[in-house]
């Protein structure tokens, strides 16, 4: 029995595996034009302030979560066809998970004239 070989095949075998696991890891992450690291599963946000929705249209990825933050001193909502996050008081964030592919248009059911878009391809 060699000690010294066995030593190295499993030196060799265990850097074989951290390889393929960094690369794996890898492949969750992509980076998208802005340069911003995201996930298949990223959060992306939607600003509430001055009573409206910034951006005012939004494209991200089938099963991005969008999270709108509320800064005005009023409460909103975010109201689309499949999509309630219910009423956001000054402060507080709610979250909506995206799973299908479309365009989704909403407004705030308390203030109508507040509009945005998600567009998820």
């Known amino acids: 029995m060699n000690t010294t070989n066995d030593f190295s095949r499993a030196r060799r075998a265990f850097a074989i595996a951290l390889a393929a696991a960094a690369l794996a890891f890898a492949a969750l ?3 998208n034009a802005s340069g911003e690291t995201a996930t298949a599963s990223a959060t992306k946000s939607v600003k ?3 009573f409206a929705f910034t951006p ?6 089938t099963g991005t979560k969008v999270a709108f933050s509320n ?3 009023a409460p909103h ?3 689309g066809k499949g999509f309630k996050t219910g009423t956001i008081s000054k402060g507080k964030t ?4 995206f799973a299908k592919k ?5 407004h705030c059911s308390i203030h109508p ?3 945005g878009t998600i567009v998820v391809n």
């Open 94 to 97: 709610k979250s909506v998970t």
């Open 56 to 61: 005012k249209t939004m494209t991200v990825a």
């Open 113 to 115: 004239t507040m509009k």
């Open 102 to 106: 479309g365009t989704f248009a909403y």
């Open 29 to 31: 992450w992509s980076v």
């Open 48 to 50: 509430i302030a001055g």
């Open 71 to 73: 800064s005005d001193s």
């Open 77 to 79: 909502t975010a109201t």
